[in-house]
């Protein structure tokens, strides 16, 4: 019923940048919060980053100052500018949404998209 799709991952060197993107489609009638986790080999997925439908942001410790996100209402997209990026950030980016479905129902769900592959190395 509803896909999320990301891209813009890719491979680039310590101190570099990259641009994350994840566009939601299908049957929308809210959009919630977005937001962008993370799981390197090994470790448990843990959020990088989220956004309210009001604009409210917040952001693990270990990105505040180099990551943004942000988000365009009437796309139904969100975004991560990752600067000044680190080996440790390499991972596999997941975007996730709470979504409404149905104006004649509450009900919420949360959607994943199938991650985008992020690598910082020299």
């Known amino acids: 019923q509803v896909q999320l799709v990301e891209s813009g991952g890719g491979l680039v060197q310590p101190g570099g940048s990259l641009r994350l993107s994840c566009v939601a489609s299908?049957?929308?009638?809210?959009?919630?919060?977005m937001g962008w986790y993370r799981q390197a080999p090994g470790k448990q997925r843990e959020l990088v980053a989220a956004?309210?439908?009001?604009?409210?942001?917040n952001y693990t410790d270990s990105v505040k100052g180099r990551f943004t996100i942000s988000r365009d209402v009437t796309k139904n997209t969100v975004y991560l500018q990752m600067n000044s990026l680190k080996s440790e950030d390499t991972a596999v980016y997941y975007c996730n949404a709470d979504v409404q479905l149905y104006f004649w129902n509450a009900n919420r769900y949360i959607y994943w998209g199938q991650g985008t592959q992020v690598t910082v190395s020299s």
């Open positions: 299908g049957s929308i009638f809210n959009m919630y919060a």
């Open positions: 956004i309210s439908s009001g604009g409210s942001t």
